[in-house]
């Protein structure tokens, strides 16, 4: 089957954000799919250069970075950048074909900005929606770009396990959501045996978008959640090293909490993986937003520290609904309950680990994930 999976890895040049993309690419090609890449930037391309610390409009910078990332996944020739009339990779008149003849064109998490015709000519069209809640308050407040996207696919899918539940705030915008979660390609993300620096760690976004207001309610990102726990580490001796963008380190360093500049530890995808495999264990706070719906929300960054091998110790969404908890997935709710998941995880290490493991082969695996969203989404 012709897959055409279209997604954001040279607009957003850093590690982690490639992998969310990489996952299912080398996933589909590992499943036997014809899979190909497209990253529509609608008129202009506009992508904050890390290295010059600086915005560019050129298309070296980001295809550059999209060229590394896809000969990882095995699509070194399968790939098309635009941005309005220029393009890097493929020919156009050969991505045309390959439309034509496509089964699925399957938009990952962005909307694409620029419908040209040939993205109607694949049989079918689905959109992945890793942002719950917020995609669909957006909908629901007419954002045109993301309108015209979900308008035109016949599948809709959310990572929000949550969503319909009584006690979930995730609005479904009139909508038909499937439900799915962040596949991890098992075979790039092998289990580590070494316990690497000893350090819990985070890769950590402070602030990524603005604030939603829905219903009078707001509903925030990790810079309003993130204080309710500032003062973690004077409460336990283990080590807590952030890979921290978007605040200085000045904000949490006086704290206690190890602080390293975010795009060192996530410059690449190689970097990124590294990063994660050199940690003893994960802890994550979740988007404010993310716990006040209590959507069910996983991150896909946690779904790579399960496949290494790395326990845990996640801000609770709603968790226990549809996954184990307890060994390997560490939940928590409020501070204490985080200092008490670091004890219970260093105690029990070896059990822990071997869950990481197990939960993310049973519940992330591409090979678990991928095929029912792909038959869903052709049928």
Known sequence: ?????????????????????????????????????????????????WEAQQLTTELDYPTSYVRACLE????????????????????????????????????????????????LLPRRRAFIDTDPGFIQMSLEKGAPLLKQTVDRCESLFTVGQRIGAHDCLIP?????????????????????????????????????FRDEVYRGVT??????????????PRMTSQPIRIALTGAGEDRLAPYGWRVEEGWSASRT????????????????????????????????RSVCYLASGRPVLVQDTGLADWLPTGKGVVPFRDVEQAVAGIAEINQNYDEHRACARSIAEEYFATGSVLPPLVSEAVD
């Open 1 to 49: 089957m012709i897959i055409i999976f279209s997604g954001s890895i040279g607009r957003f040049p850093v590690g982690g954000h490639a992998w969310i993309n990489m996952q299912y690419l080398i996933g589909l090609r590992e499943l036997g799919h014809e899979v190909y890449y497209l990253e529509e930037c609608g008129d202009e391309s506009w992508v904050y250069n």
């Open 72 to 119: 990882t996944a095995g699509l070194a020739d399968r790939w098309i950048y635009r941005a309005g009339e220029q393009s890097v990779g493929m020919k156009v008149e050969d991505f045309r074909d390959v439309c034509s003849q496509a089964a699925l064109l399957l938009v990952h998490a962005v909307p694409i900005p620029l419908w040209r015709p040939e993205y």
């Open 172 to 208: 479904s915008a009139g909508r038909r959501w499937g439900k799915t979660v962040p596949p991890v390609a098992l075979s790039h993300w092998p289990p580590i045996d070494d316990i690497g620096s000893g350090d819990f760690t985070c890769v950590l976004q402070w602030r990524g």
């Open 219 to 232: 509903y925030g990102q990790k810079d309003r959640e993130f204080p309710r726990f500032i003062d973690l």
């Open 269 to 300: 995808p190689s970097a990124y993986r590294d990063f994660i495999r050199n940690s003893r264990a994960e802890f994550s706070v979740a988007k404010h937003g993310y716990v006040k719906m209590q959507g069910g929300w996983f991150s896909d």
